[in-house]
């Protein structure tokens, strides 16, 4: 299951590149796919490698399952978003290419949530793995990639300022909700 999550995902991540750089100017995929990398950077930086903490622990821990996933959550979206305002705060003066996030507040506003939602996000997978749930998994980002790309047009006719940036975004929050509720509901009382 892991080894067809990483065939998949890489695969509608080409695929999603490919289609961005076709519809918009490279000056918008240059910018906004800076916006993902960092994001993808902060929230793995600021996820404090509870990833493997996840996979190693949450089959033998004697607290709750859904108590650890909690706290696992809490921990990276408390983090992220001191790292993610962070980034905010320093970037646009110390890198001139992000200039653009100290002149647009709702774009900074959004990229501190991303960077936070995509923390969870991220230890969804292992959650899944750790619960014996692996077959979720590439389901679940095969579905993200088929929505990220399946963003673009819609955001390219709706003229969407950061249309690839937001592409991620999108797909990644609507999948939160299903996902945990999987993850708490089904899941973990299984």
């Known amino acids: 299951s892991l080894i067809l999550n990483v065939v998949l995902t890489s695969a509608l ?4 590149w490919i289609a961005a750089a076709r519809m918009f100017p490279p000056s918008t995929v240059g910018r906004d796919g800076a916006l993902v990398s960092t994001m993808l950077v902060v929230s793995t930086v600021c996820a404090l490698n509870l990833s493997s903490v996840i ?8 607290l709750s399952p859904a108590r650890v996933v909690l706290g696992a959550y809490s921990a990276t979206t408390l983090v992220s978003a001191i790292g993610a305002t962070g980034f905010v705060l320093l970037a ?34 292992s959650v899944m793995t ?16 088929v929505l990220k790309i399946a963003a673009l047009p819609v955001l390219l006719a709706v003229g969407s300022l950061h249309a690839v940036f937001i592409a991620w975004v ?13 993850i708490f509901i089904r899941f973990i009382p299984a």
């Open 170 to 182: 999108i797909p990644m929050v609507l999948l939160l909700v299903p996902m945990n509720y999987l």
């Open 55 to 62: 996979l190693r622990f949450l089959p033998i821990s004697k």
């Open 130 to 145: 750790a619960l014996r749930r692996a077959p979720w998994v590439p389901l679940e980002n095969a579905v993200f990639g």
């Open 92 to 125: 646009p003066r110390l890198a001139s290419g992000y200039r653009f996030l100290a002149h647009d507040e709702a774009l900074a506003v959004l990229y501190v949530l991303a960077v936070t939602a995509w923390g969870v996000f991220a230890l969804q997978d």
């Open 13 to 16: 991540g080409l695929g999603f």
